[in-house]
């Protein structure tokens, strides 16, 4: 962002109205507000009636209370690689749209500001990141959006290969910094079992220029990770600056290292709403608003009646009291 008063119009911290959004301290990072704000939802959690409506759809999520929103790709601007790998995952998924949804980025905005929602984060494939930077600048900048996200990385099978994903990761970082942007990543499982005497990911984190590289922490993967997440946002304040809020019925590990597909697909089953499981989530935020985390972002993979779930977990937040 060209200045601090831009970074925040935005990220959508300028924003009045609605429960979560009151007035806020002048530090972008730490909010005095006792519950968790600016509480957003990950439109993956969704995906069927997004095919259908997408208007109205925006319009149930505001209804609910939510204020922001997390888009995923591919898009009209992605690169033709990413658009290929999304291309053979959707039939699995029953449904064929994402990104946009059949609208240009002008008729996505319009819907959002309709409903008084923003977009402050994009999910998108690594090709597009290092390939088609410029063009996800010019439809983030028409949603305001700041985050440009990657949602996973391969797994490394040594310490050098992790070294060099965090020189790959400074570059895209860079390269979203000259657009106007900020590249962050999400860790979805991977690189989290220590190898070499190293866990990954601490490699990753002190590898990485912290104003260039930001993370996204999901509370789920990294528990099934075997990470308390309360020690990484203590360990690297101001390097979290997005979560993904998703419970478990029970504590949960992943089979192996966490870092394929069907790793993630065994554990589908003990997800639950957030505030209906076992993750101590006073605790959690706490510590997130604490570390610097600005954007709580409700995901809810394959749930059953989506917008029961969503409801659910945004009354459990928007009423629970952070600790000092």
């Known amino acids: 962002m060209k200045n601090r008063r831009d970074f925040l119009k935005n990220s959508g911290l300028l924003a009045a109205g609605g429960l979560l959004f009151q007035q806020l301290p002048a530090h972008p990072f730490y909010s005095e507000a006792p519950y968790p704000d600016r509480i957003g939802v990950r439109l993956f959690s969704i995906l069927k009636i997004l095919e259908k409506d997408f208007g109205g759809t925006m319009k149930m999520l505001a209804k609910i209370g939510y204020k922001e929103i997390e888009f995923f790709g591919p898009y009209p601007f992605s690169a033709a690689e990413d658009a290929e790998r999304w291309k053979a995952i959707t039939p699995s998924l029953g449904f064929s749209g994402s990104g946009f949804f059949g609208l240009t980025v002008q008729q996505v905005k319009k819907i959002l ?80 079992k220590e190898m070499e005497g190293k866990i990954p990911m601490d490699l990753i984190l002190e ?71 076992v993750l101590d989530w006073k605790s959690i935020l706490t510590h997130a608003k604490k570390s610097g985390v600005e954007h709580y972002v409700v995901e809810r993979d394959l749930a059953p009646n989506p917008e029961e779930s969503l409801r659910k977990a945004f009354q459990y937040l928007a009423q629970l009291k952070l600790g000092d």
């Open 113 to 192: 500001d309709d409903n008084g929602l923003s977009t402050p984060s994009l999910h998108t494939g690594l090709f597009t990141l290092e390939n088609k930077m410029a063009e996800m600048a010019e439809a983030a900048h028409v949603l305001g959006t700041t985050y440009v996200i990657l949602p996973s990385a391969e797994t490394q099978s040594s310490l050098d290969g992790y070294k060099r994903q965090a020189e790959q990761f400074n570059k895209i970082g860079a390269s979203a910094a000259k657009q106007g942007l900020r590249f962050a990543y999400h860790n979805h499982g991977n690189g989290l």
């Open 207 to 277: 590898q990485t220029d912290p104003k260039l590289v930001y993370m996204q922490m999901d509370i789920y993967w990294t528990t099934a990770g075997g990470i308390d997440p309360v020690v990484y946002l203590d360990k690297y304040p101001g390097r979290f600056r997005l979560m993904h809020i998703k419970d478990m019925i029970k504590k949960v590990s992943f089979s192996g290292d966490g870092g394929d597909p069907k790793q993630w697909m065994e554990l589908f089953p003990y997800l639950t709403d957030a505030g209906s499981g």
